[in-house]
């Protein structure tokens, strides 16, 4: 059975960072992603990383934002600096399995900014 389980959600105030991690079972990735809900609104891609390590963000979270990928434990993660309230929001980690096909999203880790 094919899991992804996402981790380190929380509650942070404006100018803090927090990692969150993605960790995959059953399978093996070739393109990682981290997506993002704000409350209302629609779910929309924060950053993706590929088996090679290529990665891409989007403009919103450049710079401050890093996607990473540990092939050896099959989980990734998002070190996230510099919050701000307009980073709040439901991240759901996703992927695309390598080689076999098939897209999956884990359950989705609360992240609220707030002094």
């Known amino acids: 059975q094919v899991q992804l389980i996402e981790s380190g959600g929380a509650m942070v105030q404006p100018g803090g960072s927090l990692t969150l991690s993605c960790a995959a079972f059953?399978?093996?990735?070739?393109?990682m992603r981290w997506y993002r809900q704000p409350p209302g609104k629609q779910r929309d891609l924060v950053a993706s990383?590929?088996?090679?390590?290529?990665?891409n963000y989007a403009d919103s979270v450049r710079g401050r934002f890093t996607i990473s990928r540990d092939i050896d434990k099959n989980s990734w993660y998002l070190q996230m600096n510099n919050l701000k309230p307009d980073d709040t929001a439901v991240y759901y980690c996703?992927?695309?399995?390598?080689?076999?096909?098939?897209?999956?999203w884990g359950q989705g880790t609360q992240v609220t900014v707030s002094s």
């Open positions: 996703n992927g695309d399995r390598r080689l076999i096909g098939g897209t999956y």
């Open positions: 059953g399978s093996m990735f070739g393109v």
């Open positions: 990383i590929t088996w090679r390590g290529d990665t």
